[in-house]
C-alpha cells in the first residue's frame, strides 16, 4: 500500500541520495554534476516540511514535493527509487495528486519533468502559452497543464519560484 509522510530533518540523507539516483544523469546532461556543489545547493534549499516521502508497506521508496501558488501547482519533484520504478507508482501518484488539485478548484499545475512522460497526464511545453522559467532549461522539459478550460489563455511571462530557489543558484 502506498503512503505519504511528511519528511523531517533526518530524512535529508535519504533525500540527497534518492537525487542522486534519479536525477543525476538528467542533470548532468544539462548543468553538469558536480557533488561538492550538488550537497551546497541541496543544503541551502533543504527544507523537510516541503516534502513527502512516498511509502510502500512502511518502506521508503520515493519523495514528492508541491508548491501551492495561488491558483496554481508546482510539482517540483516526484523521484522514485529505481527498484520501484515502472510499477505504476508515479502514474497512481501524479493521478491521484490532479484529482485533488481539481477538486479544490486549482486552475494550473506546471512542471519541469520528462518530455515523454508528463504528456501522458495532459501536460504540454508552457511554451505553447507563452510562459517562461526563470532558469536555463530546455523548452521541451518546462511543461503545464490546464485544469480547467482556458486557464492559460490569458497567461504570459515567467513563473515565480520561491525566493529561496533564486537565493541558491
Ligand atoms: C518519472 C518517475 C517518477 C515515474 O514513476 P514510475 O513509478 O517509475 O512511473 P510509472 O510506473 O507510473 O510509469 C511507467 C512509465 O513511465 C515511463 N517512464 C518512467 N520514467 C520515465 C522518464 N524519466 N521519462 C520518460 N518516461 C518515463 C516508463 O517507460 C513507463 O512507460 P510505459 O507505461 O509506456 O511502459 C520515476 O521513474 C522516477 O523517479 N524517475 C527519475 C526521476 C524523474 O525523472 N522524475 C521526474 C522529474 S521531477
Redesign the pocket.
Known amino acids: 500500500m502506498i503512503h505519504l509522510r511528511l519528511a523531517t530533518p533526518d530524512d535529508s540523507e535519504f533525500l540527497y541520495n534518492l537525487k542522486k539516483q ?2 543525476k544523469e ?1 542533470i548532468t546532461q544539462i548543468w553538469g554534476w558536480n557533488e561538492k556543489d550538488q550537497r551546497d545547493y541541496y543544503k541551502k534549499i533543504f527544507e523537510p516540511d516541503k516534502y513527502h516521502i512516498i511509502q510502500q508497506n512502511g518502506e521508503d521508496i ?1 519523495c514528492l514535493s508541491i508548491e501551492e501558488q495561488h491558483n496554481k501547482i508546482m510539482l517540483n ?4 527509487t529505481p527498484e ?9 501518484l501524479v493521478k491521484t495528486g490532479l484529482q485533488i488539485a481539481k477538486e479544490n478548484n486549482f486552475d494550473i499545475v506546471i ?4 518530455p ?2 508528463y504528456p501522458r497526464f495532459g501536460f504540454k511545453p508552457a511554451g505553447n502559452w507563452g510562459i517562461k522559467h526563470p532558469f536555463d532549461v530546455p523548452n521541451d522539459v518546462f511543461l503545464a497543464l490546464e485544469l480547467k478550460d482556458n486557464a492559460l489563455k490569458n497567461c504570459r511571462g515567467k513563473v515565480e519560484y520561491p525566493k529561496e530557489y533564486y537565493e541558491a543558484m
Do not use: F, M
Open positions: 534519479t536525477l538528467y520515493g519533484i516526484i523521484e522514485i520501484y520504478q515502472n510499477k505504476g507508482i508515479g502514474s497512481k512542471v519541469v519533468g520528462h515523454k512522460y
